[in-house]
Structure formats: C-alpha cells, structure tokens
C-alpha cells in the first residue's frame, strides 16, 4: 500500500469517527437534557401532590440531585448528570408515590374512626332507650 | 534505565487491570433491590397496580447484574442498583395505597350497612309503638266515676 493511500484511508477513518463522535455528542446531550427536564417536572409534581409539607425527604433529595445534575452538566460531565438526573426524578416519583399513599391512608383512617364514632352514638342511644323503658 | 522504565510500565499495568478487577463480591444495594422486589410481587395487589414499576425494577437489576458480569466501574452498578430500588420503592407504595383504596371502599360498605341497620331499628320501633294502643286518659277517668 503506498503512502498516500495510507493517508487517504487514515484521513476515511479519522472523518468516520469525528462524525460518529459528533453523532454521539449531541444524541447524550439530548437524553440528559430531557433526564434533567424529566426530573423537574416530576419535582414539580410531586410539590403540587404535598410532598413538601409532609417534610418528604425524597423530594429534599430529589432538589439536591437536581442541583447536583445541573452542576456536573455545567462542568462537562453529561454522563455524570444523566445520572444524577435519572435519580432526581425517581427520588421525585417516589415522593410523589408516597404522598399520594399517605392521602389514601389518612381517608382510610379517618372513615374507620366515623365508623367507630357512629357505632358509639348508635350504642348510646340504644342504652338510652332501654333506660327510659 | 529502560529496565526501570519497564518496571514502572508493568506496575501501572498491574495497578490498571487491579482497579478494573476491584469489584466487590457482592453489591449491598443490588442484594436488597432483588430482595425487595421478590418481596413486592407476593403481594396480590401487586400485578394490579404495580406491574409496570416492578417491571422496571427488574430490567435495571438486570442492567445492574449485567454491568457487574461486565466489570463495570462500581459507580455504574451502584446507579442501576439505585434505580430498581427506587421503582421498588414506588412500587411498594402504589400497592399500600391500593390497599388502602380497598379498606376505603370496605369501610364505605361498613358504614352504610350500619345506617341501614339503625334507619331499620327505629322504623321496627316506631311500627311496635304504632301498633300498641295508647290509653285514653278520659275514658279511665270516667270509668272510675
């Protein structure tokens, strides 16, 4: 092979991978962008279902991984803040989820008590007739 | 010279390949991942209200399993980990806030029968006082007379 062959096939080669690269750079810089665009708004979600009143620390941790992401992505480190991204948002679904639960539970809790409330009152009443009789 | 420069080349080598091999026998957080989930779909409710969760849980334990069959760096391992621990825990309280859904539902039922029971009791009372006939206080009055 001569010379100059070799340094158009180098040359193929070193166009291929800069496209590939290129190819590469932009297809992550999409997908943790969406990652971190994911996590805000599952934050955001999880806000308006109340998980901050109810002092959820999986949405504490999901706001400091968010930072986190935002700060490796500023650093260069896309891998770095997919991850961290991807784990923000899921701590958000899990604050969420848990809010959502916690809801559910309290209205389970408060019917059992007017249950038992109403079963009180009915009793007394009861006693209160057979008294009078 | 070039015997110490070898002599370095080769320790470098070894330390590279040993920090590649440095992985721990067993990963914590996959363990605990995997026990959660088997735990997860015991529950009857699970597939119900949980399936895809769970079923996210299970391919990133599989990533997890996966990047270890790989030696992958334990940051990576650890991540996945962390995801299917985290659609675990999802998952977990999306079937306790099924069951509470049910315990409402039950409870509904239990406090409408309950009304029912007592609406019944007073319209049986009422048809007995009904039914008994009152004394007429003038008639007595004139009786005794």
């Known amino acids: ?133 | 010279m070039e015997s110490r420069v070898r002599a370095g080349l080769l320790a470098s080598g070894l330390a590279v390949i040993c920090g590649c091999t440095s992985l721990p026998d067993r990963v914590d957080s996959l363990e605990q991942a995997r026990a959660q989930v088997l735990r997860l779909e015991q529950d009857r409710l699970a597939s119900e209200v949980a399936a895809a969760e769970l079923a996210a849980a299970r391919e990133a334990i599989a990533q997890a399993e996966d990047a270890f069959a790989k030696k992958a760096r334990l940051e990576i391992i650890e991540h996945k980990a962390y995801v299917a621990q985290r659609y675990a825990e999802i998952s977990k309280q999306r079937i306790r806030e099924a069951h509470a859904r049910e315990q409402l539902a039950e409870g509904e039922l239990e406090r409408n029968r309950i009304l029912m029971q007592a609406r019944e009791r007073k319209s049986e009372r009422a048809d007995l006082q009904a039914a008994q006939p009152e004394p007429e206080p003038e008639r007595t009055a004139a009786a005794r007379q």
């Open chain 1, 1 to 133: 092979m001569s010379r100059s062959l070799m340094r158009y096939v180098l040359a193929g080669c070193a166009a291929i991978a800069v496209a590939g690269c290129a190819g590469n750079s932009r297809a992550d810089a999409g997908t943790y962008r969406d990652d971190l665009a994911r996590a805000e708004a599952s934050i955001v979600e999880a806000q308006q279902l109340g998980a901050a009143e109810r002092g959820s620390v999986d949405l504490s941790r999901a706001r400091e991984k968010l930072d986190a992401a935002r700060r490796a992505s500023e650093e260069g480190d896309k891998n770095g803040a997919q991850r961290l991204a991807i784990e923000a948002d899921l701590d958000a679904d899990v604050a969420a989820a848990t809010a959502r639960n916690q809801e559910m539970q309290f209205a389970a809790t408060e019917l059992r008590e007017s249950i038992r409330t109403l079963q009180d009152e009915l009793r007394r009443n009861e006693q209160r007739r057979l008294g009078r009789l």
